[in-house]
């Protein structure tokens, strides 16, 4: 009897053991096939929120679906992207950022999430947003996407000296050749430093990106304009003469200044050749109006050029021109050069190639399309 009672006092602790483990087993089993069970109902019922537009529903829907069932990111990125492309930025943002919240996530997932949140944040027009996001691509096969994205963050914002170090590095990473854009960047910071009357600062970075970069042809005719306001007419000279003997297709730009800057010094017959070599390879207006307000030596009329610039080009910007500087006996009605001008105006203008997008001024980056370099150096009549 004795031994019949010490084994219930061992069988029972060890079958409620048993038991218990059993019931354990069948739980998680359970859990498991309920979790399996719930994913697609939850996904029904997202798809069932989404076809009758109630989409934050949805959303709530498809995230307890991914909760549910770990495996189903695809469906919160192609959500992600159906809401950025909508213009739902806020639900976009929303998605993305509870993928990456997710411990369980890939490092590619986690990479393309965070992606495609800072995609969210540049269409949102969020921009400090969007360059925190893009930050974080560094590393990533996103990388050079991102570097772009920021580059064009910084170009928008004016922030130059951050547009210059991420050239840099897209440069040093085999993206393209950045140089010209460079010395786009330190021109336009030559601009700001002279609206702030820091002459000497927007001399200085001329100066350097003419001797860095001299292929860019910005840096010469800006420096040159500058010379020519702080009364250096021969340095001025100096500066422009290499856009003339090389032909640069922007000299154009820089006849006006060229022209002035010869008077000031007296040496009009050094820039009536270069100017007139030039116009002889190519009939630019510019350069026709630059030689114009040179005069000629023994020239009978100053005018004369128009003319010879029409018997070749049919031109009414030259015709119109001419008329208005006809001496007093010749001159036409007012009437009649006021309809003229005005008819003549639209093709003095400048056209960006990449948009259309026209100005009286020339543009190096346009203000329509944010492209550089895009306006040809040509008033819309010579295009
Ligand atoms: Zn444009």
Redesign the pocket.
């Known amino acids: 009897m004795e031994s019949d009672f010490s084994w219930l006092l061992w069988g029972l602790p060890i079958a409620f053991v048993l038991g218990w483990l059993a019931s354990r087993l069948d739980m998680r089993q359970l859990r498991i096939h309920n979790r399996q069970a719930q994913a697609p109902k939850a996904y029904f019922r997202g798809l069932n929120f989404l076809l009758n537009e109630q989409q934050d529903q949805a959303i709530d829907a498809f995230i307890e679906a991914v909760r549910n069932d770990p495996d189903t990111s695809e469906l919160h990125f192609a959500l992600g992207n159906l809401f950025r492309r909508r213009g739902e930025y806020d639900r976009a943002v929303r998605v993305h950022e509870h993928l990456l919240a997710r411990a369980d996530l890939s490092t590619a997932d986690r990479q393309r999430a965070q992606h495609g949140l800072a995609l969210d944040f540049l269409k949102a027009g969020l921009l400090d947003r969007a360059e925190d996001a893009l930050r974080k691509l560094e590393g990533s096969p996103y990388e050079g996407q991102a570097r772009l994205a920021r580059l064009a963050i910084y170009e928008r914002s004016r922030e130059w000296p951050q547009a210059a170090q991420v050239a840099e590095m897209l440069e040093r990473s085999g993206e393209a050749n950045f140089s010209v854009r460079q010395a786009h960047y330190r021109c336009e910071q030559a601009r700001e430093a002279f609206s702030q009357g820091d002459l000497d600062g927007a001399l200085t970075l001329l100066q350097d990106t003419v001797r860095d970069i001299p292929q860019a042809p910005r840096a010469r005719i800006l420096l040159g304009q500058l010379l020519l306001t702080r009364q250096q007419a021969p340095q001025c000279l100096q500066v422009l003469r290499p856009l003339f003997e090389q032909a640069d297709p922007t000299a154009p730009l820089a006849a006006a200044t060229l022209a002035k800057a010869a008077q000031a010094c007296g040496q009009e017959a050094l820039a009536r050749q270069l100017l007139q070599d030039f116009y002889d390879r190519q009939a630019s207006l510019d350069v026709l109006e630059a030689l114009v307000s040179l005069g000629g030596p023994g020239a009978a009329e100053t005018r004369q050029p128009f003319l010879q610039h029409l018997q070749k080009h049919a031109s009414l910007l030259a015709a119109s021109r001419w008329l208005a500087a006809a001496p007093a006996q010749e001159a036409v009605p007012p009437a009649v050069q006021k309809a003229l001008d005005s008819a003549a105006r639209p093709l003095a203008r400048y056209r960006?190639a990449?948009?259309?997008?026209e100005a009286k001024e020339h543009f190096w980056h346009?203000p329509?399309?944010q492209?550089w370099d895009?306006y040809p150096p040509r008033r819309v009549e010579e295009l």
Do not use: V
């Open positions: 960006c990449a948009c259309g997008f346009c329509g399309c492209a895009s």
